[in-house]
């Protein structure tokens, strides 16, 4: 469904190219995922992982222009099946390049995963005991890549990762959600609910066009709060929510959180502060 605008393609265009003591671990019925194991296997063993050590879990929709309903972009970044050049990924405002980049985080391992998630990537923040783990979807898999962050979201799709020696906990395990690019239920309708069932509250940060309006109706018996996503069209590149991140990791409001998205949106999309904080809204 063509619903950017030509505003949004002059964006994409611009902006392209730690053992703890038993009782610090938690019994989770998830699926260990050493580095050659793919991460989509359903689980099928309980294992502990470290829950002190905090996760931030972000789901990527490669840009697609054939496979999602998109106003084209240059065919070199819209293609979603090349990561290193997707516009939300390898360009220089992409979730892979602009993390690499960041003074707050470092790369601590790539995987090749499958051809769903064609690329993972683990970051450890350099003071603060959190990881962060980016998944790029295969674009042509952008309904799949929703439904899996809506899942975890939801704490119905539980994983652990394992790496420098420890497990952690990704997927409805995470502490923080996230989830970036296309809507794509502008373009198709999921059937599937998404159900809290274990009394989890989880963060969650969808930058996305219209988010708000889309993902709402999908996440109200989820038992969600909802940080920061948006009202309208939008080009949902890594600065806004890296910044935001910065005050999650802080134990800062949803409000200084969304502050901090509004700010780093308006300085790159020149735009003001206040059309960034009508845009990028916090809460239900």
Not at 143 to 150: G, I, R, V
Request: proline share 2%; net charge positive.
């Amino acid at each position: 469904m063509k619903r950017f605008s030509l505003l949004v393609l002059t964006c994409f265009i611009f902006f392209s190219c730690q053992k703890q003591s038993d009782n610090q671990l938690e019994i989770a019925t998830v699926a260990t995922y050493t580095d050659d194991i793919k991460a989509n296997i359903a689980p099928t063993n309980a294992i502990n992982f470290d829950t002190l050590t905090k996760t931030i879990h972000i789901y990527v929709a490669l840009c697609d222009n054939k496979y999602q309903g998109i106003v084209p972009v240059p065919a070199k970044i819209g293609n979603g099946q090349d990561a290193p050049n997707n516009l939300y990924w390898g360009c220089g405002y992409g979730i892979s390049t602009y993390f690499k980049k960041s003074a707050d985080w470092k790369l601590i391992k790539t995987q090749k995963i499958d051809s769903l998630i064609i690329e993972r990537l683990i970051f450890k923040h350099k003071t603060k005991n959190y990881y962060l783990v980016a998944d790029a979807y295969n674009g042509q898999y952008i309904k799949e890549c929703t439904q899996d962050f809506l899942r975890s979201s939801a704490g119905n799709k539980k994983e652990v990762l394992h790496i420098e020696d420890k497990n952690i906990g990704i997927g409805g395990n995470s502490d923080l959600v996230a989830y970036i690019g296309h809507d794509g239920l502008m373009d198709f309708e999921l059937t599937e609910t998404f159900k809290n069932t274990d009394n989890k509250t989880r963060d969650v940060i969808i930058l996305a066009c219209y988010s708000k309006s889309y993902f709402k109706p999908h996440l109200v018996d989820a038992n969600v709060n909802p940080l920061v996503w948006t009202t309208g069209l939008m080009c949902p590149e890594a600065y806004t929510i890296h910044d935001a991140i910065s005050g999650y990791i802080q134990n800062e409001s949803n409000e200084k959180i969304q502050n901090r998205a509004a700010l780093a949106y308006s300085k790159y999309q020149k735009c003001s502060l206040k059309a960034a904080k009508n845009l990028l809204v916090t809460g239900w």
